[in-house]
């Protein structure tokens, strides 16, 4: 289904609905919490009529991608906020900065010590997230839980990035909130006060412990076509 800004209204609309229930109930302060739409392989004709609609924040997971997509729909739209949820190689930080203003998904100690070296560069200090493996998923990205706090450390004072907050995905299958809960621990200790969590299926739960932004990708913009 092709996105009108009528109906991209009404998507944002009952995804804030619900946002705001969530908020409410955690007591968490009025426009606390930031929704990114992320519009991985969704079109460039199908993200306008979010962006006609007000949304400002956009997640995507592949540099060249949005690479492709974003500089002519940020002519277009220049106060939007682009963030980079996905793994991030070091051959593709100088584009990764270029192209995006907030970094999610910083796991390591080379991709640390590369960005920081390409903001310096490129005078774009763009705030990041420390991505963490909060499941301890052999397969799944981000640094290992018992890792967070000393690689958070060594990312502020040894790389001088402005390192904001951290950013997990859960386990599939498995009850999310216990995760969540863990995560927002774990930013407590590190003495960080964002928490990307919360994608379309559970971001309700997210926002109860404390999300600061959730990546809602399929409840707006429908099912992407299954991976190739
Ligand atoms: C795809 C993706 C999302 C959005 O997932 P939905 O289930 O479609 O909302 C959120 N976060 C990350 C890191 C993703 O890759």
Redesign the pocket.
Known sequence: MVATAESARLALDYIRTRMEKARRRFGSPPDAVDLIA?S?TVPSEEIVPFLEAGQKHF?E?RVQEAKDKWPALRDRYPDIQLHL??PLQTNKVRDAVQVFDVI?TVDREKLAATLAGEMQRSGRHLPCFVQVNIGGEAQKAGIAVEQTQSFVDRCRNTHCLNVVGL?C?PPDGEPAGPYFAQLAELADNCGLDRLSMG???D?EVAIAMGATQV???????GR?PSKV
Do not use: D, P
Request: positive net charge.
């Open positions: 992320v991985k997640g997971n949820i996905g999610e950013m995905i994608m379309s299926g971001f990546r809602v990708g399929s409840a707006l913009f992407r």
